[in-house]
Structure formats: structure tokens, C-alpha cells
């Protein structure tokens, strides 16, 4: 919701209130849930950012210390998964404060991606969409390319 050039972040109750839960100015391209752990992740210019729900709002938690921009993200069992504006896939501990790079790439060769738009995590794969190579990549649960959707 932009409201006088923030963005902010509310919560619709079954009868339709509207209620603010976070005021910032930074603009929120993605938001993700941890599955368990009731942590709110957004992704903005600034970086990936952990909320906590508490008192009626989102407190800030956590913050990722990455060194390259962030492009978008998910949250999945206990870690986050991000792409950089390098295509690498990053593997974040839930509280953002370590950092693996899993995969990087910028070939079309199977098992590699371009200009990663999206992820989600299903049945222990991850599946990313590819936007230059027009497909979506799956990875197993080792990070295996498993095959490909293609248009």
C-alpha cells in the first residue's frame, strides 16, 4: 500500500479492517514468511530485513549484511534464498546473519538460470524462474538441476 511516498505494510481482518503493521520508506518489492518461526521478510533497495510481530506491529529483527543487491527472495525451512543482481543464489541463515552462495551463473546451459525473477520452494525442490532463458529451473534437494519448464 503507498501512502504519501512510503510504503507500508498492513494486515486486512476477516470484516475488512485495514490496519497499519509497519510504516517505512523503503520500497518493498517482495515479502516472504518464514513457515514456522513468524518472521516477516522484505526485500527493498536497502536489503532483506527480519521482522517480529509484536504489540499490534512489525518490529525489525533482523537485516542481511550482503554485499551485492538483492533482486528477489524467498523464506523456506529455516533459511532465506536470494538471487543478486549477479544471479547467484544465496542461502541466508533465518536471522540473515551468515550468507552461502550456492549457485552462480549467467549461461544457458541446463541447470543454470539468467536473470532469476522469482522462487519458491515445493517437496524439497526450488524452483526459479528464468526470465532470459524463458524458462523455470528446478533444483532437487542438492541443488541438482532436475529439468526445466519451458514456454
Request: net charge negative; glycine share 10%.
Amino acid at each position: 500500500m503507498f501512502w504519501a511516498g512510503k510504503q507500508d505494510i498492513c494486515t486486512v481482518a476477516p470484516e475488512g479492517t485495514l490496519a497499519i503493521v509497519l510504516q517505512q520508506t523503503d520500497r518493498v518489492s517482495a515479502l516472504s514468511v518464514m513457515d514456522y518461526s513468524e518472521t516477516l521478510y522484505t526485500l527493498a533497495p536497502a536489503g532483506i530485513k527480519g521482522y517480529a510481530y509484536t504489540g499490534g506491529g512489525l518490529k525489525e529483527k533482523f537485516r542481511a549484511a550482503t554485499d551485492s543487491p538483492m533482486l528477489c527472495f524467498c523464506a523456506f525451512d529455516g533459511f532465506v534464498y536470494a538471487f543478486d543482481s549477479g544471479y547467484a543464489l544465496h542461502k541466508l541463515a533465518a536471522d540473515l546473519s551468515s550468507d552461502v552462495t550456492l549457485l552462480a551463473s549467467a549461461s544457458s546451459a541446463d541447470g543454470f538460470f539468467y536473470m532469476p525473477t522469482g522462487g519458491a520452494v515445493k517437496n524439497s525442490a526450488l524452483y526459479v524462474s528464468d526470465a532470459v532463458n524463458g524458462r523455470v529451473a528446478i533444483y532437487g534437494d542438492k541443488l541438482e538441476y532436475l529439468n526445466g519448464l519451458t514456454n
